[in-house]
């Protein structure tokens, strides 16, 4: 909002102070509205949504404090600045604690008006400001609770913000199965296109032949089993967003096709010469160096630097290991949720299998190797569950064998809850030797808020040799 687009509502039932700020106002290059009594005023607040509301405190009929509360009904954001005389500033100061921005007193000074008239329309953007923030930090806390904690995912979240208000085509770089095809749903959802479609196409999975069909369409007819007329992905995308996942794959003769297509924004179907205007964003993902492609004539150099506007790299699991017991608790919930299953956790050898594991299949073998887990585990994921190998890591022993002598005696419930305790006094012991001894970001990881993890470190009397947790970063 410009300052000379701010619309400011004059509400006083005395005509002649109406006439002087309109008149200042006006001069400042505001626009002026004007009412001489509150039930008008409240209509001018719903039908034209004014910016900055100046109040008479006493008027005729309805004051002006009634007006303030029914107009903060209506605009909980509007500025609404006072006007009283010198004998009513207490009632200004009430109708501040009430809700008022400010107060101006009889008779004006010119410049105090316009001053108060410009840091209410600042506070009014301030606020407008930081509502379209909250909206960007609901939907980066949403990607955030998918990727895990670790600081490199903080910064493609960074990346995500920032180019996803643009129109920029974006190169999502990853391995297979890192979450490339996230990151681009992420970039649609936060963009002005996340109202039209998001539409992913595997470059890997379609033949040739059909590949240039597939993108643009084709008439009846116009190859041997094209029976109907169909829509190309970029016809279904219009408005949106065009999802070109594992670009790599795409031949060479689709790559200068495409090309022309991104070049000219406008494709032709198979069949009908006809060119039709496209309004699609494209994002693309590769698992490939398309640079050292093109050096062996793999990949179009053009195309490239259409496609690489900007650039996302998402970094593997193995290189964010803080991320993993996130995830894996995250899916562990999940597959809970789906199977109707309460599988409590990870005995302390899983959790060491799960930090170890090299992970070449990324957050998809993470999330499969869980599920299965999940699906054959009772009460506790062991190591035998995860189906996996790391080195150095022995068999666990997730609870004492049921001949031992301190287990004699004891009902199954009392042996089930001792043996929780045991595995929850392990898993937390493991986390906080992997994070230093730092328990915010241990509880981060497992997914459990900083007051419980801090009670239970006492609980158990966890002590980590080299702590840090004098210095915790909340």
């Not at 004006?108 to 953007?125: G, M, P, S, Y």
């Not at 000219?264 to 009908?272: A, I, M, P, T």
């Not at 043996?419 to 898993?427: K, L, P, Q, S």
Request: hydrophobic content about 40%; charged content about 30%.
């Amino acid at each position: 909002m410009k300052e000379h687009e701010a619309k400011i509502l004059i509400v006083d039932d005395d005509e002649g102070c109406r006439i002087l700020l309109s008149h200042l106002l006006a001069r400042e290059g505001f626009k002026v509205m004007s009412s001489h009594d509150g039930g008008s005023a409240l209509t001018v607040i719903r039908l034209d949504a004014p910016d900055i509301l100046l109040l008479d405190f006493k008027m005729e009929g309805m004051d002006g404090m009634e007006v303030l509360k029914l107009a903060k009904g209506i605009d909980p954001d509007l500025p609404i600045v006072m006007i009283t005389g010198f004998a009513n500033i207490p009632g200004a100061i009430d109708a501040i604690k009430a809700g008022a921005h400010d107060y101006l007193a009889k008779p004006f000074d010119h410049h105090e008006v316009i001053r108060i008239v410009r840091r209410a329309l600042t506070e009014r953007k301030l606020k407008h400001r930081i509502k379209q923030l909250s909206a960007l930090t609901r939907d980066d806390g949403e990607l955030r609770d998918r990727v895990g904690p670790s600081d490199v995912m903080g910064r493609v979240i960074a990346d995500v913000n920032l180019v996803a208000q643009s129109d920029f085509s974006v190169l999502i770089v990853g391995e297979t199965g890192s979450g490339k095809e996230l990151v681009a749903r992420a970039i649609h959802q936060l963009s002005s296109r996340s109202k039209s479609p998001f539409v992913p196409v595997d470059c890997g999975a379609i033949p040739e032949g059909l590949l240039e069909s597939e993108l643009f369409g084709h008439e009846k007819g116009a190859f041997t089993g094209a029976s109907i007329q169909k829509q190309g992905k970029f016809e279904i995308a219009r408005g949106g967003t065009l999802f070109l996942d594992e670009i790599s794959n795409m031949p060479l003769g689709s790559q200068a096709k495409l090309l022309r297509a991104l070049q000219e924004k406008k494709v032709s179907r198979v069949g009908n010469p006809r060119p039709m205007a496209i309004d699609v964003r494209v994002l693309a993902a590769t698992n490939r160096d398309l640079l050292a492609m093109n050096k062996t004539g793999g990949f179009r150099l053009d195309l490239f630097f259409r496609l690489n506007e900007f650039t996302i790299n998402i970094p593997p699991l193995r290189q964010r290991k803080e991320d993993i017991l996130y995830l894996a608790k995250l899916f562990l919930d999940k597959t809970n949720r789906e199977l109707s299953k309460e599988v409590k956790g990870f005995s302390r050898s899983a959790v060491e299998v799960l930090i170890d594991y090299h992970w070449p299949g990324n957050v998809r073998e993470l999330r499969s190797v869980i599920r299965r887990a999940v699906l054959v585990a009772e009460d506790t994921i062991t190591n035998q569950h995860l189906e996996i190998k790391a080195s150095g890591v022995e068999d666990p022993t997730p609870a004492p064998a049921v001949h031992d002598t301190s287990w004699k005696n004891r009902p199954l419930k009392e042996i089930v809850r001792l043996g929780t305790v045991e595995i929850e006094r392990e898993v937390l012991t493991q986390t906080l030797k992997y994070t230093g001894g730092n328990k915010a970001k241990a509880a981060r990881l497992l997914r459990i808020d900083y007051k419980t993890i801090h009670t239970k470190v006492k609980e158990y009397g966890i002590h980590i040799d080299g702590d840090q947790h004098a210095k915790e970063e909340r």
